[in-house]
């Protein structure tokens, strides 16, 4: 059965939009979703199912947190093998000097139109770096996510994406995760 992770934005950041993992857990199993697991608070869920499009995952898992919990939660979700390729695609690490303790992934529910991507990379100023692949957005944010001018930006309205960051160590950790699964 495939391997699937789902990243829900903006829950248990501040009072709002708050979910106990163990009831996130429940909600995902409910949906018939098999080995559910939860990586930290922040609404990260490791999953099997049967073979699914993530875009179709994303919106059931929406519809049963909205059902369960009484708000909207937007939801990107990605194969396992989407997860290991954005792990090996990195553009920062064929550089040197990058802290990977800056280094961030925007995921984006789609690709971004091109005049989109143009218009993030307009603005993003040093020393901030951003480089865009398909679904995924690199980011080296070296004054870190409240220090970068990028970040203060609505960035969801200007790609015109549902996006939602992850630090660099998370997506590692949902990464081996994943094949600790197989």
């Known amino acids: 059965m495939p391997i699937y992770i789902s990243l829900l934005r903006g829950i248990n950041v501040g009072a709002h939009k708050r979910i106990k993992m163990e009831q996130l857990r429940a909600s995902f199993a409910a949906l018939g979703f098999e080995q559910v697991q939860t990586y930290i608070q922040s609404g990260n869920v490791i999953f099997k199912t049967t073979k699914v499009s993530p875009s179709v995952l994303s919106k059931r898992i929406e519809a049963r ?48 139109a091109a ?36 970040m203060k930006r609505p960035l969801d309205r200007i790609l015109s994406v549902v996006t939602t960051t992850r630090n660099w160590k998370t997506v590692n950790t949902l990464h081996q995760i994943c094949q600790e699964c197989r």
Do not use: W
């Not at 390729?85 to 800056?102: C, L």
């Not at 307009?122 to 970068?148: K, M, R, W």
């Open 65 to 112: 947190i909205l059902s369960d919990f009484g708000f909207q939660v937007s939801v990107v979700s990605r194969t396992v093998d989407e997860m290991a390729k954005t792990v090996e695609s990195n553009p920062f690490f064929q550089k040197r000097g990058f802290d990977q303790e800056k280094l961030h992934v925007m995921f984006l529910s789609n690709a971004p």
């Open 115 to 150: 005049d989109a991507v143009k218009r993030l990379a307009e603005l993003t100023v040093a020393p901030d770096q951003s480089h865009c692949f398909g679904q995924e957005i690199y980011l080296y944010l070296p004054n870190g996510v409240s220090g970068s001018d990028l």
